[in-house]
T-cell receptor, first 110, second 115 residues
Framework: DAKTTQPPSMDCAEGRAANLPCNHS???????VYWYRQIHSQGPQYIIH???NNETNEMASLIITEDRKSSTLILPHATLRDTAVYYC???????????FGTGTRLQVTL | SAVISQKPSRDICQRGTSLTIQCQVD?????MFWYRQQPGQSLTLIAT?????????ESGFVIDKFPISRPNLTFSTLTVSNMSPEDSSIYLC????????????FGPGTRLTVT
């Protein structure tokens, strides 16, 4: 699976959009970009994934660059409950094991 | 979404003993994964457990230390054997989910402390 690079930490004011970047320059053509988050003391939670088109669901939007070497997870209106470690993971999808990096610790503040 | 429970939620054990962690899913799933999260670290995959076959272990993890059972499609156990303080971690199970099994749902984890 391709390696990902994320900033170790970010801050965001409550109510503002949180934009979390991820670099995956060695991604292969059949690999998807996944985002999970882990709120303190809980198991990771699936957020969203995509192959090459931008994706949106009730939790977030995923923007993937045209060359697929980087992506951005967008939480449109961050709340305090979005404070968590966010993991960007690249893999081939179906029933694949996940390789977690160090993630980005997002702190949402008042 | 899948509902996954783990037992125990936490435990404190003495070195040299063993602990068996249970993972129960509310639906039948072919594949289950076991992860370890050491203090302050990210998650590391221990093994993949398929019903009816031997678990597949990742590099650095061996069956004698982490035996896994998978007696049916809704249940699995992970045993942490001959524990040492270095085994103090959160242990989590997960299952592939969604129409294409391309999402993973995680259990709440078992927090193990070895003294």
């Amino acid at each position: 699976d391709a390696k990902t690079t994320q900033p170790p930490s970010m801050d965001c004011a409550e109510g503002r959009a949180a934009n979390l970047p991820c670099n995956h320059s060695t991604i292969s053509g059949n690999e998807y970009v996944y985002w999970y988050r882990q709120i303190h003391s809980q198991g990771p939670q699936y957020i969203i994934h995509g192959l090459k088109n931008n994706e949106t669901n009730e939790m977030a939007s995923l923007i993937i660059t045209e060359d697929r070497k980087s992506s951005t997870l967008i939480l449109p209106h961050a709340t305090l409950r979005d404070t968590a470690v966010y993991y960007c993971i690249v893999n081939t999808g179906t029933a694949s094991k996940l390789t977690f990096g160090t993630g980005t610790r997002l702190q949402v503040t008042l | 979404s899948a509902v996954i429970s783990q037992k125990p939620s936490r435990d404190i054990c003495q070195r040299g003993t063993s602990l068996t962690i249970q993972c129960q899913v509310d639906s039948q799933v072919t594949m289950m994964f076991w992860y370890r999260q050491q203090p302050g670290q990210s998650l590391t995959l221990i093994a993949t457990a398929n019903q009816g076959s031997e678990a597949t272990y990742e590099s650095g993890f061996v069956i004698d230390k982490f035996p896994i059972s998978r007696p049916n499609l809704t249940f699995s156990t992970l045993t942490v054997s001959n524990m040492s303080p270095e085994d103090s971690s959160i242990y989590l199970c997960s299952v592939p989910w969604g129409s294409r099994k391309d999402e993973q749902y995680f259990g709440p984890g078992t927090r193990l402390t070895v003294t």
